[in-house]
Protein backbone atom coordinates (compact mmCIF):
# COMPACT_ATOMS: atom_id res chain seq x y z
CA UNK A 1 0.00 0.00 0.00
CA UNK A 2 1.48 3.20 -0.84
CA UNK A 3 0.66 6.98 -0.78
CA UNK A 4 1.49 6.76 -4.77
CA UNK A 5 4.02 5.84 -7.47
CA UNK A 6 5.56 2.86 -8.51
CA UNK A 7 9.24 3.41 -9.40
CA UNK A 8 12.05 3.71 -6.30
CA UNK A 9 10.27 1.84 -4.01
CA UNK A 10 10.34 -1.85 -2.03
CA UNK A 11 8.78 -4.52 -3.55
CA UNK A 12 5.11 -4.15 -2.61
CA UNK A 13 1.73 -4.96 -4.00
CA UNK A 14 -0.44 -1.35 -4.02
CA UNK A 15 -3.86 -1.94 -2.48
CA UNK A 16 -4.64 1.92 -2.28
CA UNK A 17 -2.82 4.99 -3.16
CA UNK A 18 -3.93 8.32 -1.52
CA UNK A 19 -2.92 11.80 0.02
CA UNK A 20 -3.40 12.34 3.40
CA UNK A 21 -3.27 15.66 5.67
CA UNK A 22 -0.32 15.18 7.95
CA UNK A 23 -2.75 16.24 10.67
CA UNK A 24 -4.81 13.16 10.15
CA UNK A 25 -1.15 10.64 10.37
CA UNK A 26 -1.99 9.42 13.65
CA UNK A 27 -6.08 8.82 12.53
CA UNK A 28 -4.36 6.66 9.67
CA UNK A 29 -2.09 4.68 11.84
CA UNK A 30 -4.45 4.01 14.37
CA UNK A 31 -7.02 2.64 12.19
CA UNK A 32 -4.82 0.74 10.07
CA UNK A 33 -3.27 -1.12 12.89
CA UNK A 34 -6.68 -1.71 14.11
CA UNK A 35 -7.84 -2.96 10.77
CA UNK A 36 -4.89 -5.04 10.25
CA UNK A 37 -4.27 -6.80 12.99
CA UNK A 38 -7.69 -7.69 13.53
CA UNK A 39 -7.76 -10.01 9.98
CA UNK A 40 -5.73 -13.39 9.63
CA UNK A 41 -2.21 -14.14 7.02
CA UNK A 42 -3.25 -15.62 3.92
CA UNK A 43 -1.75 -17.07 1.30
CA UNK A 44 -1.59 -15.74 -2.35
CA UNK A 45 -0.58 -17.02 -5.42
CA UNK A 46 1.59 -15.46 -8.17
CA UNK A 47 0.27 -16.05 -11.41
CA UNK A 48 3.34 -15.60 -13.89
CA UNK A 49 5.22 -12.98 -15.47
CA UNK A 50 3.46 -9.81 -17.08
CA UNK A 51 4.79 -6.39 -18.67
CA UNK A 52 3.31 -2.81 -18.97
CA UNK A 53 4.75 -1.65 -21.98
CA UNK A 54 3.32 1.65 -21.64
CA UNK A 55 5.88 2.26 -19.03
CA UNK A 56 8.02 -0.30 -19.82
CA UNK A 57 7.69 -2.55 -16.38
CA UNK A 58 8.10 -6.29 -15.93
CA UNK A 59 5.79 -7.71 -13.38
CA UNK A 60 4.96 -10.42 -11.50
CA UNK A 61 1.45 -10.79 -11.60
CA UNK A 62 -0.54 -12.04 -8.52
CA UNK A 63 -4.16 -13.77 -7.91
CA UNK A 64 -6.68 -11.36 -6.57
CA UNK A 65 -8.89 -13.34 -4.39
CA UNK A 66 -7.21 -13.36 -1.37
CA UNK A 67 -6.56 -9.50 -1.53
CA UNK A 68 -10.14 -7.65 -2.45
CA UNK A 69 -11.91 -8.26 0.93
CA UNK A 70 -8.41 -6.48 2.65
CA UNK A 71 -8.44 -3.69 0.08
CA UNK A 72 -12.24 -3.21 0.35
CA UNK A 73 -11.92 -2.71 4.48
CA UNK A 74 -8.84 -0.44 3.76
CA UNK A 75 -10.89 1.64 1.21
CA UNK A 76 -14.18 2.17 2.97
CA UNK A 77 -11.90 2.92 6.34
CA UNK A 78 -9.91 5.53 4.19
CA UNK A 79 -13.41 7.27 3.27
CA UNK A 80 -15.25 7.30 6.09
CA UNK A 81 -13.21 7.86 9.39
CA UNK A 82 -9.76 9.22 8.03
CA UNK A 83 -11.38 11.30 5.60
CA UNK A 84 -8.48 11.02 2.96
CA UNK A 85 -8.35 13.57 0.36
CA UNK A 86 -7.01 12.02 -3.54
CA UNK A 87 -8.33 8.61 -2.70
CA UNK A 88 -7.86 6.25 -6.05
CA UNK A 89 -10.78 4.43 -5.35
CA UNK A 90 -10.97 1.82 -7.92
CA UNK A 91 -11.27 -2.09 -7.90
CA UNK A 92 -8.14 -4.31 -7.48
CA UNK A 93 -7.99 -5.56 -10.76
CA UNK A 94 -4.46 -6.29 -11.72
CA UNK A 95 -1.92 -6.71 -8.51
CA UNK A 96 1.55 -7.07 -9.20
CA UNK A 97 4.76 -6.84 -8.06
CA UNK A 98 7.06 -4.60 -10.19
CA UNK A 99 10.54 -6.35 -10.77
CA UNK A 100 12.10 -4.58 -13.11
CA UNK A 101 11.78 -1.18 -14.95
CA UNK A 102 13.17 -1.12 -18.24
CA UNK A 103 14.55 2.31 -19.85
CA UNK A 104 14.75 1.42 -23.55
CA UNK A 105 11.52 0.47 -25.23
CA UNK A 106 13.84 -1.47 -27.62
CA UNK A 107 15.09 -3.67 -24.43
CA UNK A 108 11.92 -3.74 -22.94
CA UNK A 109 10.12 -5.53 -26.05
CA UNK A 110 13.55 -8.14 -26.35
CA UNK A 111 13.40 -8.47 -22.27
CA UNK A 112 9.29 -9.21 -21.81
CA UNK A 113 9.83 -11.54 -24.94
CA UNK A 114 12.31 -14.10 -22.57
CA UNK A 115 9.27 -13.78 -19.63
CA UNK A 116 6.80 -13.56 -21.22
CA UNK A 117 5.39 -17.19 -21.49
CA UNK A 118 7.76 -18.59 -18.75
CA UNK A 119 5.80 -20.90 -16.20
CA UNK A 120 6.16 -18.65 -12.70
CA UNK A 121 3.75 -20.03 -9.84
CA UNK A 122 4.24 -20.16 -6.36
CA UNK A 123 2.47 -19.00 -3.06
CA UNK A 124 3.38 -16.87 -0.70
CA UNK A 125 2.42 -16.22 2.77
CA UNK A 126 1.14 -12.10 3.38
CA UNK A 127 1.95 -11.60 7.27
CA UNK A 128 2.03 -7.38 7.19
CA UNK A 129 1.24 -4.47 4.92
CA UNK A 130 3.51 -1.68 5.00
CA UNK A 131 2.45 1.97 4.25
CA UNK A 132 5.28 3.59 1.47
CA UNK A 133 5.35 7.53 1.94
CA UNK A 134 6.63 9.49 -0.91
CA UNK A 135 10.66 10.59 0.53
CA UNK A 136 11.51 13.91 1.40
CA UNK A 137 14.28 13.59 -0.43
CA UNK A 138 13.44 12.67 -3.77
CA UNK A 139 10.17 12.99 -5.78
CA UNK A 140 9.21 9.75 -7.08
CA UNK A 141 10.64 7.58 -4.51
CA UNK A 142 9.04 5.81 -1.71
CA UNK A 143 10.48 4.95 1.82
CA UNK A 144 8.59 2.17 4.22
CA UNK A 145 6.61 4.59 7.44
CA UNK A 146 5.60 1.67 9.41
CA UNK A 147 4.51 -1.99 8.86
CA UNK A 148 0.88 -3.45 10.39
CA UNK A 149 1.02 -6.98 11.34
CA UNK A 150 -2.25 -9.23 10.03
CA UNK A 151 -2.66 -11.75 13.06
CA UNK A 152 -1.42 -15.30 13.28
CA UNK A 153 -4.59 -17.57 11.83
CA UNK A 154 -6.66 -19.15 14.45
Known amino acids: MGYGGKLNSPPHISLVQFKLDIQREGILLTELNRI ?82 MEFAKGFEVDRITLLVESESSKRKWDKLKCFYLRDKS
Open 36 to 117: VSSQPKFITKTLGIDGFENNRLISISIAPEPLVMLHALLTSTLCKVVRVAHLKVKKLSYPHITIGHVPVEEDFISSYAKFQN
